[in-house]
């Protein structure tokens, strides 16, 4: 199994550009996520998903949409970048039910100009 | 919502001592607690969770407590190694159905020193 994998790692974008981080995972996981990471402020989650269809937002979701049109993908949708969306963006999933384990992917680190 | 606080931010121990690092959490309904660890360039890895209805759990030179009265828990680490230099994040979920919504701690750079 790959696990999480996400693309792309690295991406500066400039003010006003739209862009989409992927992800994709091989493990039949039911549920998806996304967080940023910033200094000091650990992992707050974007918008998450708890199977293909449906989606629902997390701690921090202005700026960004999301759909699950498939088990496997996740993308992650910046509709209009800002730089305080400076951050780096890790996706996540897990099998359903409470205590099973989150796998996270490597991470895309994007700054915003 | 959740909220996690996690301290200290930063700590260094000599290698072959332990490192405690310890979390507190706001919602009593917050039922299951991850500890995850973060080397440079990678996303987090789980290294030991605990579930509400467990007081500790050990794996080798790693052990979590948690005292749910008191809403915190914690993370040991036994007889460091050079090796367990990493960030490390505490967690909490607070859903009822799954642990999709995790909310993180701020994290804690351990520097183990040779």
């Known amino acids: 199994n790959a696990g999480v994998t996400q693309t792309p790692k690295f991406q500066v974008l400039k003010t006003g550009q739209s862009m989409t981080l992927q992800c994709a995972q091989d493990m039949n996981h039911e549920y998806m996520s996304w967080y940023r990471q910033d200094p000091g402020m650990g992992l707050r989650l974007i918008h998450y998903?708890?199977?293909?269809?449906?989606?629902d937002q997390g701690e921090v979701p202005n700026g960004y949409n999301v759909s699950r049109s498939t088990t496997e993908d996740f993308p992650l949708r910046l509709l209009s970048a800002a730089p305080s969306q400076t951050s780096v963006y890790f996706c996540?999933?897990?099998?359903?039910?409470?205590?099973?384990?989150?796998?996270f992917g490597p991470g895309t680190r994007l700054t915003v100009t | 919502g959740e909220n996690v606080e996690q301290h200290p931010s930063t700590l260094s121990v000599q290698e072959g001592d332990s490192a405690v690092i310890k979390c507190t959490y706001s919602d009593s309904a917050s039922n299951y607690f991850p500890w995850y660890k973060q080397e440079l360039g990678k996303g987090p890895q789980l290294i030991i969770d605990i579930r509400s209805n467990v007081g500790e759990k050990k794996d080798q030179r790693i052990a979590v407590t948690l005292n749910k009265t008191a809403k915190h828990f914690s993370l040991h680490i036994t007889e460091t190694q050079p090796e367990d230099s990493a960030v490390y994040f505490c967690?909490?979920?607070?859903?009822?159905?799954?642990?999709?919504?995790?909310?993180f701690g701020t994290g804690t750079r351990l520097t183990i020193i040779p």
């Open positions: 967690a909490a979920s607070i859903s009822n159905f799954g642990n999709e919504k995790l909310t």
């Open positions: 996540a999933s897990s099998y359903s039910g409470t205590g099973t384990q989150v796998y």
């Open positions: 998903s708890v199977g293909a269809g449906i989606t």
